[in-house]
């Protein structure tokens, strides 16, 4: 089993503010499946970042992820009014417990 | 373009069984692997197993196994999850996902979804 721990829980920020939001596994994964994902109220899943570092399709250039050893990161540049959601990091099948990004 | 349609809220008493659906459109049925996926109300995602529909093959989580089924239907394009013995803690919205890997290559990353199915369980 794969713990993957997020950090913070909770993001408190204003638009146009960097948001940087932490993924650590808890055993050595390769990042070839690292994912993230945007969830909101009544929305399905909407998947972010693959492979830890390439942006799925249609997915704004303020996204980015990357990932050292067991640490997987996503960075949005500039926040929009529209980014304020919960993120989901993936692996295989374990997630991460979220990432609350909240109006400051 | 891709779309995942699933099957409506249900409303089942514990112990029951439910099964939920999940059809697909605008992509080969049959090139793509499914995954199921539930958020319980306040609760993360939680990763309940997948499905290759060109074979059947299936991998469950080890918390869902002896309890849940996945199954496809080629001719009409659908994916199929029933989950057995239900108890309130499984009172949550399931997700179908379509993997972005194609055929057997499997990438642990879903880029098309359902839009959620809402099971309650409630004597």
């Known amino acids: 089993e794969i713990i993957l721990t997020q950090s913070p829980v909770t993001l408190s920020l204003s638009p146009g503010e960097r948001a940087t939001l932490s993924c650590r596994a808890s055993q050595s994964v390769t990042s070839s499946f690292g994912a993230w994902y945007q969830k909101k109220p009544g929305q399905a899943p909407r998947l972010l970042i693959y492979d830890a570092t390439n942006r799925a399709t249609g997915v704004p250039d303020r996204f980015s992820g990357s990932a050292s050893g067991p640490d997987f990161t996503l960075t949005i540049s500039r926040l929009e009014p529209e980014d304020f959601a919960v993120y989901f990091c993936q692996q295989y099948g374990f997630f991460g417990q979220g990432t609350r990004l909240e109006f400051k | 373009q891709v779309q995942l349609v699933q099957s409506g809220a249900e409303v089942k008493k514990p112990g029951a069984s439910v099964k939920v659906s999940c059809k697909t459109s605008?992509?080969?049925?049959?090139?793509?692997?499914i995954h199921w996926v539930r958020q319980a109300p306040g609760q993360g995602l939680e990763w309940m197993g997948w499905i290759r529909p060109n074979s059947g093959a299936i991998n469950y989580g080890q918390k869902f196994q002896g309890r849940v089924t996945m199954t496809r239907d080629t001719s009409i394009s659908t994916a199929y999850m029933e989950l057995n013995s239900l108890t309130s803690d499984d009172t949550a919205v399931y997700y179908c996902?379509?993997?972005?890997?194609?055929?057997?290559?499997?990438?642990?990353?879903?880029?098309?979804w359902g839009q959620g199915t809402l099971v309650t369980v409630s004597s």
């Open positions: 996902g379509r993997d972005r890997g194609l055929l057997s290559s499997l990438k642990w990353a879903c880029d098309s």
């Open positions: 605008g992509y080969p049925f049959t090139d793509y692997s």
